[in-house]
Each structure stands twice: as C-alpha cells, then as structure tokens.
C-alpha cells in the first residue's frame, strides 16, 4: 500500500523523500510517520505521512525521552553543577542503601546502578512520577553489583539521575527543559504536555504482526523473574502494556524523563540541531569537548538488559557502530514505537524520524528504516 509522503525538502534532499516513500510503499500498516533532518542549525527535511499525521501532530515518544533528559544533565556538568565522578549518594543520601553507596554519576549514567527496576515491579502511577520511582530505587538492592556491568535502565534511568538533578538544584530534570531549552526554541517535544495541547496528539498504536512475526516473538519471549522482565516492568503484577503506557494521559502530563515525552520530529530534530550548533541566533548548547565525553561508549561489551552491544555513551546511546556512515560522536537515542533521533556533530546534521505505530522490534530499538533514512540524509548533506 502506498501512502502520500507530504512536506518539504531543501534543494539537494530531494532522494531523503523517495526513501521514505519507498519504505512506505512497502508498508501494510499505516507508520504515522514524521521525519525532520537539520543541516547546520537549517531546517532541510520535513516531511510526513499518514491518514491522520501532519507535521504538527504530536505523539508519545517513549525512550527518545532521555535524550532531552540527558541533554539537560549535559549542561549541568558542562557547567560545574555535577560531578561525573562523585558518588551518586554525595548528592542522594538514601540512595547508597543496599550496596550502592560507591556508584558514580559516570556509571549511573553509563546504566551501571543495577538498579534497572524493584521487585514487584510498579504501578502505572508510579511509572508516571519520577519521584515516586526514585523514593522506591532509593531502598532497592541493585541486580548486578553496581559499576562491574551495564544493562537498560528502560523506565527508570531519568527518575535515577533526575533525583541528582532535583537535590542539587532544587529543580526537576522537566522544569530545567522546559526553561532552558523547550521554550527558548519554541519546540514541539514536551516533558510534561500542556492539557491545552491534548488536541493536537495523536495516540499510539499497536504493532499488526505476520503470523511469523508472532512465532518470533513468542519464540523469544522471557521469563518474568528474568532482569530483562524488571527492566521492562513485566515482573508488575499487572505487567505493563507499553501501548496503554503511551496512551494514558497522567503519564503525557507528568513526563517522566525516561520514558514520558511527547513531541514530533520537528521538535527532536530542533533540540539536536541546538545541541551542537548555533540555531535561532543562539550558540550551541554543547561544547564540542561535553559532546566528546557524553558520545562515547563508557561500558564496553553485552547489555545485561537488551544484549546489544556497546550500547551507551552517557545517558545517550551510541551510534556509529549501528550506522557506520555517523562520525564516532553521534549521539542520541532510540524509542519504543520504533522511532530514533540524533546529533551528527562530523556531518552537522540533527535527525529525528517518529512513528506512531509499533514497529516490529528489532535488538537495538530503533526500526530498521531508520539506517536507509538517515544514510539518505548523510548522503545528502555530504554533497553539499
């Protein structure tokens, strides 16, 4: 089935939408699809497709989350506030309950705590309210001797370093967004959306799997006393639906930083372009030596989580292994529908590509259109 690819691009951008009307065309299932690519702090590509999809429309955006989250953390110890190397507990007392007193900001950030979920997993309330979550963290024995290993803090990694933030500066990691960087640039990617914005979101929906689709996923399904069922919330006596998750309105409101933002392409896109370069008049966010430190892989080896690979930078995922045409700096982060966004410091390019529907998961997150949309991208911007 075929469907309507709708938007602009720049001179040169024109094969970014045959990619992505090609993918599309492949497509039983309406994506929902946003793409927005920067070049230099210029807006290049704008495009969408969908029945009921502008490139106004917001949606959930799940793990891209913790890219603004981490962003905001960036700064923080871009500018002193934060310490890297000091322990978690200097700034959270509570937290070096059960062993965890040594962790540091570095390893929390690398998703070394071990501290990927609790026993019994949460309630939708609590997974909606990074304070609750992390009142909860606090008192957890971690899953793997915290900083000897990495695994996917899925739902609980910003309420972890969000609890830093908030006891230092008296400020949650949302409110520090939304006043440095959401409304500076007026961007559409909310931490907490607006109930005056409501009109303007579309909801997610589910993944349609082929019958093989379904034999794999049951093939790989895991246990609920496994690490990957805490990380995942599935050890919950109500296990978590991550569609219904996306869709409830206290989660949107609240925005909890890991997992709870709400936005479109053209928003994510803008906060990368922000990160690394000069946009709307304003220097960049970042300094080349903050990106430095904060795109590089700090835990080598397999996800206890995930299983993947050399996953994570610091609070953002690296990426040039998984898309060899990015510069070893890029940084950014996948989510759960599918979706993915990044900052190309080498290129100058920030990206961002947003899906309403589950795509069918793949073993890094992000659905695997992305390598031939952001290498379309790529290829544009080097011909510049």
Partial sequence: MSYEVRGTVEEGFEGVREELADFLAGEEHEPGA???????????????????????????????????????????????????????????????????????????LAHQSGVVGVEGGFSIEELADDRLLAARLAEQKPFWEPGTAYGYHAFVIGALTGEVVRRVTGKSI????????????????????????????????????????IALLRANAFARDSVKAVAFNQNAASPTDVVAFGNTRAVRALGPASSGGVGNARGVAGMYAAAIGALDGRAALLTPGTVAEFSRVHAAGPDLVTGSPDHFGLGFEFLADRYPFLGRDAFGHSGATGSLAFADPASGVAYAYTRRRFAFPSGDGASPENGRLAESVLRAAGSR
């Fill in 174 to 213: 949302q409110e520090l967004y939304e006043e440095r960087i959401r409304a500076p640039y007026g961007l559409d990617f909310h931490l907490g959306l607006p109930e005056a914005l409501e009109p303007h979101w579309l909801e997610v929906q589910p993944l349609v799997p082929t019958p093989e689709q």
């Fill in 34 to 108: 946003q793409l927005t690519a920067y070049l230099d702090g210029r807006r290049v590509v704008d495009l969408w497709a969908g029945e009921d999809t502008t490139g106004d429309s917001l949606t959930s955006l799940f793990s891209i989350t913790k890219g603004a989250a981490h962003l905001v953390v960036a700064l923080l110890v871009q500018e002193g506030v934060l310490d890297l190397d000091r322990e978690v507990a200097a700034y959270w007392p509570e937290f070096a309950a059960e062993g965890k007193d040594r962790l540091t900001l570095r390893e929390l």
